[in-house]
């Protein structure tokens, strides 16, 4: 099955700080990727998503770009605020083909952001 | 209605006890899962189930018995839970003929004591 690795936190930012949180993955073929945000006490939410190579995903100002050549996903700020720490998910489908199999989650970004 | 509910939103139970886990989506989708998020690992997959049929069983202990009785509703019966249980239990739901995204519940904080 496909396979997603991040970089673990915790990361630690000032406010109006550029975050990048990296994120890359193993898979068959080219299958969706996932940006999913949680925030404490809550289930996950999506935060954006690229459905085929170079499709660049955004929402609240967070973007990510689907590289094949890199397979990479890494998820981008340009200026983050307080309000955004929460844990960050990297996420892909188990499996390329369609069809419901559930994803697969990197093991999460614990983001703290400092006023 | 929200798009995914679970109820409850917290649940303490011995091991000796057995309770069950809701969750229901609104979103018309046909696919359903159950997650579970422990500390300091990832996000585990249960259980699927595609148009009300099992489709994935991750190697997951038969004190956990997953029901669906219609496209809209998912259940997760417990009994004679450890206390290595206790976790974040997530449901979700997704338009399964394809790969888009899923979307989850707020969850089930359970402690088992």
């Known amino acids: 099955g496909n396979s997603v690795t991040q970089m673990e936190g915790p990361v630690t930012l000032s406010e109006e700080a550029f975050l990048t949180i990296n994120c890359t993955y193993t898979a068959t073929g080219y299958p969706s990727l996932f940006w999913y945000v949680q925030y404490p006490g809550e289930g996950l939410q999506l935060l954006l998503k690229?459905?085929?190579?170079?499709d660049k995903g955004s929402n609240k100002g967070f973007e990510a770009t689907y590289r094949k050549e890199t397979t990479s996903f890494h998820l981008e700020k340009g200026s983050v605020q307080v309000s955004d720490s929460a844990v960050y998910f990297c996420?892909?489908?188990?499996?390329?083909?369609?069809?419901?199999?559930?994803?697969?989650f990197g093991k999460g970004t614990h983001l703290i952001i400092q006023p | 209605e929200t798009g995914v509910t679970q109820t409850p939103r917290h649940l303490v139970m011995g091991m000796t006890n057995k309770k069950s886990l809701k969750c229901e989506q609104h979103?018309?989708?046909?696919?359903m899962y159950w997650y579970k998020q422990s500390a300091k690992k990832p996000l585990e997959l249960m259980f699927v189930y595609s148009l009300e049929e099992r489709v994935e069983n991750n190697s997951v202990p038969s004190r956990f018995s997953p029901e669906c009785p219609n496209s809209s509703h998912l259940f997760l019966h417990l009994h004679t839970l450890q206390p290595e249980d206790s976790a974040l239990y997530l449901c979700a739901s997704s338009q399964g003929d394809r790969q888009t995204e899923a979307f989850f519940g707020q969850g089930t904080r359970l402690t088992v004591v």
């Open positions: 996420a892909l489908p188990m499996y390329s083909g369609g069809g419901a199999d559930g994803l697969t």
């Open positions: 979103l018309g989708h046909n696919a």
């Open positions: 690229a459905t085929k190579a170079d």
